[in-house]
């Protein structure tokens, strides 16, 4: 380990900067994210998915971890816990024993897995703002791919690589603009677009070092050569996030508060006066492809039927009734998916548990410390984006266990910030160890 010149931390003692080797493994995870299914291992018929194999591989080491770190337990663990049995309890009901075991075991322990991952692999905010630069390269790389992808028209990655590993998969094409829609390492263009356009906040505001964080917005910048109007909207609603605490902070007005309600009164005007509704109307406009954005409509009209007619546990794997010109069974709405598959108590549990990790993460905006303050804004700006694009988009694999992942950190991180709110001081377990020097 590298050690650099010492530091006063709050408490004003001395320390040595030293990079938080606690953080490797969900740096890891998030780079185990970024790799294609191709890698998939097929074991007893359960597929291990690069993500999946980085975490049941480091779970001993991060079970150490987390009781080395002495990690103290919250309320939201046990929403996490609940979700993790409901998803098997569903799917025991609604399908066979074996379909149960498979589907709702393996989506029950990614959800609790990734979100161990990222409760033990974070103490404090130096520790995260330490863990964004090491990730840099791979949004890089993310993105080389997704740009070279779009202009030659050609996947470049995922098919060469799946007829060398004889895997056998349905690949996406498609153009818009006179460009393909790059996909990467990434089943599809929209998940890469949602993973790389999350990134913003983080970059932005935890990357000091000029040429990094250059680089690092090239990198988020890669999303907008898989053309999908749900990475479009990642990015647009981080902006606005970032601006609108931009604009209280030099102004020192409620701009939060303003604009929260602004936009419920145009939200119900535009409910009362647009044809169709609030949903079509956004449908209609914020959509690159209008086609797309009534497909969407559909599912939400046909899969909420569902929803309504199966509220507890769901209809499990089965596809949902739907007219006959909707051929495709895919359901683009990762809140509505999951409530379908799983019942309204998986999908509440989940979403309180990604809402949870929001609003601790901002716990820390109200520290003294400025460090803490970007990384509760990042956090809980980054969560928002993805949270708001689970509304047009099923977010699968490596997206899913980020998303998770990043709300265990916020979870931690809010643990800690709340030092300072409650007891004027850092948990002395807890007290940051980790200066600038990273960024």
């Excluded at 006063?8 to 185990?32: K, L, S, T, W």
């Excluded at 980054?382 to 047009?392: D, E, N, P």
Aim: glycine share 10%; charged share 10%.
């Amino acid at each position: 380990m590298t050690a650099f010149p010492a530091y006063a931390d709050p408490a004003g003692q001395q320390g040595v900067q030293r990079f938080p080797m606690h953080v490797i493994p969900a740096i890891i995870v998030v780079y185990a994210c970024m790799l294609p299914r191709e890698l998939t291992v097929s074991v007893l018929g359960i597929a291990f998915q690069p993500f999946r194999i980085a975490l049941i591989a480091m779970f001993p080491l991060l079970a150490l971890q987390g009781l080395r770190l002495q990690v103290r337990p919250s309320l939201v663990d046990f929403l996490v816990v609940f979700a993790a049995i409901w998803a098997m309890i569903a799917l025991s009901v609604t399908e066979w024993v074996i379909s149960a075991l498979k589907t709702g075991l393996a989506e029950g322990l990614n959800f609790f897995l990734a979100y161990f991952a990222g409760r033990v692999c974070i103490r404090n905010g130096r520790d995260f703002k330490a863990m964004i630069p090491a990730l840099i390269p791979g949004l890089v790389i993310c993105s080389s791919i997704l740009i070279a992808e779009s202009l030659s028209h050609t996947l470049l990655l995922r098919p060469p690589l799946g007829r060398l590993l004889n895997f056998h998969a349905e690949y996406f094409y498609d153009e818009r603009f006179g460009l393909m829609r790059g996909t990467g390492p990434f089943p599809h263009p929209i998940l890469a677009g949602v993973f790389l356009a999350s990134f913003l906040p983080l970059v932005w505001y935890l990357v000091d070092r000029p040429h990094k964080r250059l680089l690092g917005l090239l990198g988020v910048g890669g999303f907008i050569f898989t053309l999908s109007s749900t990475g479009f909207l990642a990015f647009f609603a981080s902006i606005g996030l970032m601006m609108a605490n931009f604009l209280q902070r030099i102004t020192r007005m409620p701009v939060f508060i303003m604009l929260a309600t602004v936009g419920i009164v145009g939200l119900v005007a535009v409910s009362l006066i647009s044809e169709g509704g609030l949903f079509s109307f956004l449908v209609r406009h914020l959509t690159l492809s209008s086609a797309s954005g009534f497909y969407r409509l559909a599912i939400w009209q046909y899969g909420g039927a569902e929803v309504l007619a199966h509220p507890i546990f769901g209809i499990g794997m089965r596809d949902y009734t739907r007219p006959a010109w909707m051929i495709s069974s895919s359901v683009d709405a990762h809140w509505l998916l999951i409530t379908m598959r799983y019942g309204f108590p998986y999908s509440a549990a989940v979403f309180l548990t990604v809402l949870s990790g929001v609003v601790m993460s901002l716990r820390g905006t109200s520290s003294p410390d400025e460090d803490d303050r970007k990384v509760g804004y990042a956090m809980g700006f980054s969560l928002i984006a993805i949270m708001f694009t689970g509304l047009s988009v099923f977010l699968w694999e490596g997206v899913e266990i980020w998303m998770t992942l990043l709300t265990g950190m916020a979870v931690s991180f809010g643990q800690y910030a709340a030092g300072w709110k409650y007891y004027g001081a850092y948990p002395a377990t807890q007290a940051p160890q980790y200066p600038q020097r990273f960024a």
